[in-house]
């Protein structure tokens, strides 16, 4: 399973972006996929993630309300739209995948299976 993140830039506080997690070989209706990031010198950190069928949403207490993930399984792609960013959102934010009759703990990255390579988000103040 590969999975491919993309849509990352830079932009000025209170601006939006939107991230796309294409995800190809594998049965991508199967997954859970999630978003994480990693700011410079710091720990990786849990952002967002979606159940396979996308009827669960969960996310980092201080993304609520302005980010948004959502998933297409026609497309085989996972988004997230980043609404009102700060300066502390910027980061290298990762996609994962876990197969969902696997289970476990979406808030934490032991749980994922496959990773993805990052993209860059920096927020300007």
């Known amino acids: 399973v590969q999975l491919q993140a993309s849509g990352g830039g830079l932009v000025q506080a209170g601006g939006s972006l939107r991230l796309s997690c294409a995800v190809s070989g594998g049965p991508f209706g199967g997954y859970a996929i999630g978003w994480f990031r990693q700011a410079r010198g710091q720990e990786r950190e849990f952002v967002a993630a979606i159940n396979w069928s996308g009827s669960r949403t969960y996310y980092k207490d201080s993304v609520k309300g302005r980010f948004t993930i959502s998933r297409d399984n026609r497309r085989n792609t996972v988004y997230l739209q980043m609404n009102n960013l700060k300066p502390e959102d910027t980061a290298v934010y990762s996609c994962?995948?876990?197969?969902?009759?696997?289970?476990?703990?979406?808030?934490?990255?032991?749980?994922?299976?496959?990773w993805g390579q990052g993209t860059q988000v920096t927020v300007s103040s």
């Open positions: 994962a995948a876990v197969d969902s009759q696997r289970g476990g703990n979406y808030y934490k990255d032991q749980t994922y299976e496959y």
